[in-house]
């Protein structure tokens, strides 16, 4: 199962990696792949996708799931 979500708020590597920390601490996350140009994040695994949403705005950014 993959889950994509749109994340705004990233401006450089740093904020890339935070996005990426946040989204593999949630449980059922086997890989996280975040792009910053795009402002997207894919995510692989059988996780909760509200709790990648909040994970991500729990960082600091924001975070929506493309539909």
């Keep these: 199962m993959t889950t994509e979500l749109i994340v705004s708020g990233m401006t450089c590597g740093h904020c890339q990696t935070a996005v990426t920390k946040a989204l593999q601490s949630v449980p059922g996350v086997e890989d996280a792949a975040v792009n910053l140009a795009e402002g997207t994040a894919q995510v692989r695994g059988p996780a909760d996708p509200q709790a990648l ?10 975070a929506q799931l493309r539909q």
């Design 53 to 62: 949403v909040a994970a991500v705005r729990d960082e600091g950014y924001g």
